[in-house]
């Protein structure tokens, strides 16, 4: 199993500690923020290989989650974000998605599927990544001429 | 401030179909009797004069045959007088020979034939009678005779006492001077006037200018009476043809028609009752007056039918609108209750992911090893704990929406609209979390109860509230509800920071079905059913905006309820519920 790196981000306090734990359990390396400002911050401190996978609720007071993709993409597009959402605001989801969001969940959901999703977009992050390395490789060793 | 129109429901317009039948029935028949009125009076006037022209014409030609007649008889007397030698005029037998021969020329217009000597005695005569040596000496026509050269008498009895007329002429022998004349039949004379006649009632005659019958009319005439009395008087011009209308001596309207004869010493009249010389005229006004009525009650007929027709059709348009209001209210309640809904159901969503992910947690901390450790025992604890608290939640959460759903209910009671205003912010705390709105309240605490139905009112406030929140588009508006006393009634206002209501759409926002919001978010019928509500409380309801500055609500209600609503049996109620 890939050790995914994931931040999660929603104003409910009790629902991001017990996910934080079980995600926790296993295996995943888990923060929490509490805002959209917050995990902004929290990405822009730690850097962008330091987090793998962001789970965002859309509905937050202040900045909203569509707005925190928006920016989240534009600062640092190699993390991946997964959608949380009520039913009411699955219109939002699927905006974000054609935002470059990688997938969205509804609220409430089984740890199962979002372990599944989860895994699925640390490793296309890391394939990503992984693509960046061997290309900046090919430009070194085309740089010396081998 | 803009009056407002809404769904109001009022009773069906009166419409008088007995009123409508009249208007129609006038609009058709008023041209028609105006039409044919005109019509009918250039009609009667072109038919009496021709009428009076062709009584004029006929009257001349008349006279004409009458002057002639007598103009005739005159010279056939003076050839004789003047062609014959006096010596065989003085000769009976000559004298007949001439009569029978004149007799025979004339049919029988001559009675006979004398010659009358100056002294007055007749010295010849021809005739039925036995009128030789008669001495007409005392006649007034024999001396008149003498005085002028050719004579023609008025009728009279005279010697043989019956109607006759002599025309006389002079023959001069010598010095001295006779007179040869002619009796003229009264029956061939009266025959010529007898015979005019025009229609059923006309009839002619001859008068002199003494006022005696020269014919015998053959209705009773007074010549003493208008306008015989005026002709005779000299108020009437009698040297050409006159018509004039008038009555007879029975008083009927007659027309009078009177021709100058013998140089206007006599008078021919045609006299016919107007009935019967505008006959003709009178079928005509029977014919119009026939067509007048059956258009008349054709026009009543259709008049009928049309408003008939038009009167249901009003009723039913009328009350498909009735039928038509009521569902809008209710189609509006259902709206805000399932918006309601789907806002609650959304919140719902999030203590039911945390009962979700405790339950998991705890599911988690079972499958270990040493489920039953402390640390994990502590740790179920508490994650039933949340679970508890996450449940209570959501208990709250349905309780509005049941305490919303089931407050349908336009039932009158005293309400402090200051908890109505506590409950809907409760309701759309959520919402305004969410939509980063700040709502704040600015409460009377001295604000007096009202009579009123407090589910009508939620759902006025609510609808007022959710708009409010809809029109700030950008964090940080501020929406404030605020109450406060104004004499016998309380103002409750919701004011939003919000991005304003165009000056257009103002005027409309109370319509039913008007709506700016994208489709599918919004009925249009929040505040068409405010504006039906508060007129049904007897309050009214105003909107003040200004475009990026913000809209200001403002509801009036009237302390007491209108008489007649919020008993159980209410419109709503009826339809609704």
């Known amino acids: ?61 202040g900045m909203d989650g569509l707005e925190a993709l928006a ?57 990503h990544e992984s693509k960046i390395l061997e290309a900046r490789a090919n430009l070194i060793s085309l740089r010396r001429g081998d | 401030m803009t009056p407002a129109k809404g769904a109001d429901q009022e009773t069906a317009p009166r419409f008088s179909v007995r009123l409508a039948v009249v208007v129609l029935a006038l ?54 007088a003047r062609e014959h030698p006096i010596e065989r005029l003085r000769q009976p037998n000559f004298l007949r020979l001439v009569l029978n021969v004149m007799r025979e020329e004339y049919h029988g217009a001559f009675v006979d034939l004398g010659l009358v000597s100056s002294d007055g005695i007749q010295v010849a005569y021809a005739g039925p009678f036995n009128l030789q040596m008669a001495d007409y000496s005392a006649a007034p026509w024999f001396h008149e005779a003498m005085i002028s050269e050719n004579f023609i008498s008025d009728v009279f009895a005279g010697l043989r006492g019956s109607p006759h007329f002599i025309v006389a002429t002079q023959r001069k022998v010598g010095d001295e001077i006779f007179v040869v004349k002619a009796t003229i039949d009264f029956e061939a004379f009266n025959a010529l006037v007898e015979n ?209 759903a089931r407050k349908t209910d336009p039932t009158v009671r005293e309400v402090n609209l200051n908890d109505i205003v506590d409950e809907v912010i409760g309701l759309t705390s959520q919402k305004t979390r969410y939509a980063n709105v700040l709502i704040e309240t600015e409460l009377s605490p001295d604000l007096p109860t009202i009579q009123a139905s407090p589910s009508e009112l939620q759902q006025v406030l609510l609808n007022l509230v959710n708009n409010a929140i809809d029109a700030i588009e950008r964090p940080g508006g501020v929406v404030t509800v605020a109450t406060r006393p104004a004499g016998d009634e309380v103002v409750l206002e919701v004011r939003d920071t919000g991005k304003g209501i165009p000056e257009a759409n103002l005027a409309r926002i109370f319509d039913p079905f008007f709506t700016t919001k994208p489709v599918g978010q919004g009925t249009g019928l929040g505040l068409s059913i405010c504006y039906g ?45």
């Open chain 1, 1 to 61: 199993m890939i050790e995914a790196s994931v931040l999660i981000v929603d104003d409910e306090v009790p629902f991001v500690e017990t996910l934080m734990k079980r995600l926790a359990k296993r295996g995943v390396r888990v923060d929490a923020a509490y805002s959209g400002h917050e995990a902004l911050e929290k990405l822009t401190a730690s850097g962008p290989t330091k987090t793998d996978v962001v789970i965002l609720d859309v509905k937050m007071p």
């Open chain 1, 71 to 127: 920016r989240m993409k534009t600062e640092h597009p190699l993390i991946e974000v997964i959608m949380l959402t009520g039913h009411a605001t699955v219109e939002s989801a699927i905006e974000g998605m054609k935002r470059g969001a990688y997938d969205y969940l509804m609220k409430p959901c089984e740890l199962d599927l979002l372990m599944e999703k989860l895994n699925a977009a640390t490793d296309k992050k890391r394939e």
């Open chain 2, 27 to 80: 609009m058709i028949i008023a041209p028609l009797v105006i039409s044919g009125a005109v019509n009918l009076y250039q009609f009667r006037k072109a038919y009496k004069n021709k009428v009076s022209s062709e009584l004029s014409v006929m009257i001349e030609r008349h006279s004409l045959t009458v002057d002639s007649f007598i103009d005739d008889r005159l010279s056939d007397i003076r050839v004789i």
């Open chain 2, 196 to 404: 005019l006649r025009i229609g059923n009632a006309g009839f002619a005659f001859i008068f002199n200018r003494e006022g005696d019958f020269q014919t015998s009319p053959r209705f009773e005439v007074a010549l003493n009476r208008p306008p015989y009395v005026d002709l005779l008087e000299g108020r009437i011009r009698s040297d050409r043809i006159t018509v004039l209308e008038g009555e007879d001596v029975l008083r009927r309207r007659s027309i009078f028609t009177i021709a100058p004869l013998k140089q206007g010493q006599w008078f021919l009249c045609y006299q016919q009752e107007t009935s019967d010389a505008f006959a003709a005229l009178r079928h005509v006004q029977e014919f119009a007056i026939v067509v007048l009525i059956i258009v008349s009650l054709a026009a009543i007929f259709m008049g009928y039918v049309i408003s008939r027709n038009l009167a249901q059709r009003i009723a039913l348009a009328h009350h498909d609108r009735n039928m038509m209001a009521h569902q809008v209210i209710e189609t509006g309640r259902l709206a805000s209750i399932g918006e309601l809904a789907a806002g609650i159901a959304h919140e719902i969503n999030n203590p039911v992911a945390i009962m979700v992910q405790e339950a998991g947690w705890i599911e988690d901390l079972l499958g270990e090893d040493e489920p039953a450790s402390d640390s994990n025992l502590e740790e179920i604890g508490r994650a039933v704990g949340q679970i508890r608290t996450q449940g209570d939640r959501c208990k709250e959460i349905t309780y509005k929406l049941l305490s919303f």
């Open chain 2, 533 to 577: 509500i508060v007129e049904k409380m007897g309050g009214r309801i105003t909107v003040e905006s200004e475009i990026e500055k913000g809209t200001t609500f403002t509801v009036f209600l009237p302390r007491e309820a209108p008489a007649g609503v919020g008993n159980a049996e209410s419109d709503l109620e009826e339809e609704g519920s």
